[in-house]
């Protein structure tokens, strides 16, 4: 798309992020509220950020947090793209596509090799080479009688912690379980305490305050979430917002736990992994559900060579990929992949592609939760060597299923 000759991209100042975000509560029909202001504004101090000018006036806002990313096999800087709107006077103009090519030059200037965003609509990032790396199981539990088990929960204590004591006793622990599952983001202290554990969930006001849930001494498992009202004449269910534990009996004791607590008649997890081990050890189907699998984390290979450098690989694969890709030319062309257990090399090669793809089902694939042979069965991979989508999948496989708790 022609950018609007109006429009400029440029730095969002300190000084003009207040207008920014006059955009941003225009864009997201949302009201400007102080204490969400305050929040609103420290979030983006911290971010890199890009403006779409008419002339002296902000008419549009795109940010980037500065986070790390769990890769297979490592952790990858990358930038955490939020707050993207544009003013409603000046849609379809260009402004969009102009930010995000000025925040994905900036990330590659600053060595992030990825991208990451949660979209509000699904349908707007694809073009830009984002793929779906990661998503969103929604599970519920009828908790109006005892949760149902295969397996023996593990009988360890289970205490509740002030969420002031939360992040400094369990941000330990997960911080050491993150870097088993790609796609987890590093959590600052502020993090913590601002996205997670705020007393009040100023998106949903229906929650009450946050309750950390800890098991064992040292720690095995948490379980963060928040008991929610329902209205008139129904009993209120919980929401549960985080879970992790180390052994398959951890993880049914913090599910039995929260499936019983009194008067709460149901568990709502909105963003479990699609393995999760509860999905097999619950005994009946019918108590714990399955009600959708959305996507989650979209991932764009900013600088594709350096992000396949940077994970690990399970199996041993040499191919030749034909990539597209529209807007970042750096990444397109034909490259060999020669990847092990032992290490990567990606570097252009003119030898004929084994298999043709564009960028955004490549970084589907990247985080290992996408597998490339369902993308040729789709029509969207051309697999010009036979077996080749199986020898890629062999070598991205990860132990784990990639997945993202934070939404940002
Ligand atoms: C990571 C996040 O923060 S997600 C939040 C995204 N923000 C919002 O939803 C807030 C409300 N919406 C907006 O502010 C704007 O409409 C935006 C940001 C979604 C789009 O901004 P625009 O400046 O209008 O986009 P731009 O003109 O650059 O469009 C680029 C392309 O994306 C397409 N596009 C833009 N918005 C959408 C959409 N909602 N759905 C599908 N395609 C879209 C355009 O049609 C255009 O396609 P083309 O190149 O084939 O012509």
Redesign the pocket.
Known sequence: ?EHSPGLRFDEVPETRIDQALDVAYL??HEKKEDARHKHHRDLLLGCERVG?YDGNAVA?L?AAFPFTLSVPGGDLPCAG??????APT?????????MLGELHRRSAEAGRAIAA?????D???G?FGYGTATRAASVEIDARNPLRLRIDPDEGPLRLVDPAEAPALIGPYYERTRAARPGRIVRTEAWWREEWLPEKDEDDEAAGPPRVAVLGEPVAGYAIYRVKSRGEGLRPEVRLDDLEADTPAGAAALWRYLASIDLTDKVRAWNRPADDPLRLFAADGDQVKTTADSPALKLRLIDAGAALRARSWAAPVDLVLEVRDEHLPGNAGRHRLTASPEGCSYRPDGAAADLALDVRDLASCYLGGTRVADLVRAGLVDERTPAAAAALDAALRTELLPHTSDEF
């Open positions: 798309m864009a997201f779409a549009g795109a793209v939020s707050f993207v709107c544009v000046h849609r379809r103009r260009g402004a969009l596509s102009g965003l949660w979209a509000s609509e349908a707007i990032y073009r």
